[in-house]
């Protein structure tokens, strides 16, 4: 997952199947889905192939470039490997969410809600997995007033807030498997909701502490 061929891959993987395919779509696919699993947008069959194809292209090219415009590119070097696993994680994660969405459309016998709450749950612990690992940076990691502030804060709160995403993203996994599906949309919700302040309010209590101290 750190090598930088693998988004490309994926993403001709992505295109790939969308050609073997096309021809069994039907002319309209869903697009988007309710709190049940069930379609309530449609959309043409030639949007719906290239749209998570050409999303996850965007995401290739202009997150590597985006750290060119960062005042703290400097410190890119020292979590490059991070830096790839990361775009490709979210690569990974399009394509997956790409198949099941064209298996959907083709007839497969998916719950969606269970199969992409599996997949962002996973998505949610591989990311807490290398969280410590980021270093101060203006676009990717977890940015607030306090983190960007001091290098310090930024250090503890990436390494307890990955721990507190990790352990989220098995929530998510768990919940989705054993809950219906419709309880199930509601838990990834309030985890990752709930994670997200978690580490916001996480990220101040460790600057008041430092500071206090000082």
Not at 42 to 51: I, S
Not at 82 to 99: E, S
Not at 174 to 200: D, F, H, N, R
Request: proline share 5%; hydrophobic share 60%.
């Amino acid at each position: 997952m750190h090598s930088k061929w693998f988004a490309p891959l994926v993403i001709i993987a992505m295109l790939i199947f969308s050609a073997v395919v096309y021809n069994a779509l039907p002319a309209q696919i869903p697009i988007h889905w309710d709190a049940t699993g069930q379609p309530d947008r449609m959309g043409d069959k030639f949007f719906g192939v290239l749209a998570l194809p050409i999303t996850s292209l965007i995401i290739m090219i202009v997150l590597p470039g985006l750290r060119m415009l960062d005042p703290l590119r400097a410190s890119y070097s020292l979590f490059e490997d991070t830096y790839r696993f990361l775009i490709n994680l979210l690569v990974a994660f399009f394509g997956f969410v790409h198949v099941i969405s064209l298996g959907l459309a083709l007839g497969w016998d998916i719950n969606i809600n269970k199969v992409i709450g599996v997949g962002l749950g996973l998505m949610f612990a591989l990311l807490g997995n290398v969280f410590a690992r980021i270093r101060p940076n203006w676009f990717m990691g977890i940015r607030t007033p306090w983190t960007l502030s001091d290098s310090e804060v930024w250090r503890v709160t990436h390494r307890v807030g990955g721990r507190i995403m990790f352990v989220a993203g098995l929530a998510m996994i768990v919940m989705s498997l054993l809950l219906p599906a419709e309880l199930a949309v509601a838990v990834l919700l309030v985890c990752a909701l709930g994670a997200s302040v978690s580490i916001l309010v996480y990220s101040y209590v460790a600057w008041r502490r430092l500071h206090s101290a000082a």
